[in-house]
């Protein structure tokens, strides 16, 4: 059985069973083309930047060390830190950690 995580945002919520599954959803929804030409990187760096006023600057960086999917986990987890969405449910941790 698949976990689900659910991220509700402006009266919307998104599912995936992957935390770039609903940043592309969020992707799709906010670009006029679908989100088809824009890399996920671009789009967070977009997003990230209209929350430059109420998140750390340290928070905003998207770095090339990252997966797609620890950025894309990150960011719903800003989002949902400070007010701008809410993250439910529990990713599979065994999909995006490694241990150390």
């Not at 698949?2 to 509700?8: G, L, N, Q």
């Not at 679908?34 to 770095?63: A, K, M, N, Y």
Request: proline content about 5%; some cysteine; glycine content about 8%.
């Amino acid at each position: 059985m698949s976990e689900v995580m659910v991220f509700r945002a402006q009266e919307k919520e998104y599912c995936g069973s992957s935390a770039l599954e609903i940043v592309q959803a969020l992707k799709r929804e906010a670009a006029p083309d679908g989100g088809l030409t824009q890399p996920v990187r671009q789009f967070l760096l977009e997003s990230l930047g209209q929350f430059r006023d109420h998140i750390p600057l340290r928070d905003l960086d998207v770095s090339d060390r990252l997966s797609d999917e620890m950025l894309a986990l990150s960011y719903l987890y800003l989002r949902d830190e400070f007010g701008a969405g809410e993250l439910r449910g529990l990713p599979n941790r065994q999909s995006w950690a490694k241990p150390l």
